[in-house]
């Protein structure tokens, strides 16, 4: 069973940083797919950032140039760096993973239902 665990949420003030952390029980059956999604109340979960176990990577028009996902293999951890972050960035933000999966990463990032695994979200909260 894979299983996700979220960490690092918190409230910054906007222009700030935050690094939000993912470990994932089980991380080798590739090639395998992994992301970051976020939903606010009342809309869609969004995509956010892909990356594939080849490095491949795709982000949402939204966090371009702001966000950067990451993967440590050593540590089964997938990462999301996120500056420059504004008011619209507050959401609960939420690891996902799929395994034995070569589509591409600029397909995935936009069907949240293609992922079958889901951590339980961690709160990132910025403040004008």
């Known amino acids: 069973l894979v299983q996700l665990v979220e960490s690092g949420g918190g409230s910054v003030h906007a222009g700030g940083s935050l690094k939000i952390s993912c470990v994932i029980s089980?991380?080798?059956?590739?090639?395998?797919?992994l992301a970051w999604f976020r939903q606010v109340p009342g809309k869609q979960r969004e995509g956010v950032a892909v990356?594939?176990?080849?490095?491949?990577?795709s982000y949402a028009d939204a966090v371009k140039g702001r966000f950067t996902i990451s993967q440590d293999n050593a540590t089964s951890s997938l990462y999301l760096q996120m500056n420059s972050l504004k008011p619209e960035d507050t959401a609960m933000y939420y690891c996902?993973?799929?395994?034995?999966?070569?589509?591409?990463?600029?397909?995935?990032?936009?069907?949240?239902?293609?992922?079958?695994?889901w951590g339980q979200g961690t709160q990132v909260t910025v403040s004008s």
């Open positions: 089980e991380y080798t059956y590739s090639p395998y797919r």
């Open positions: 996902a993973a799929t395994k034995e999966d070569s589509r591409p990463v600029w397909w995935l990032i936009l069907r949240p239902d293609g992922f079958p695994y």
């Open positions: 990356i594939g176990n080849e490095g491949s990577s």
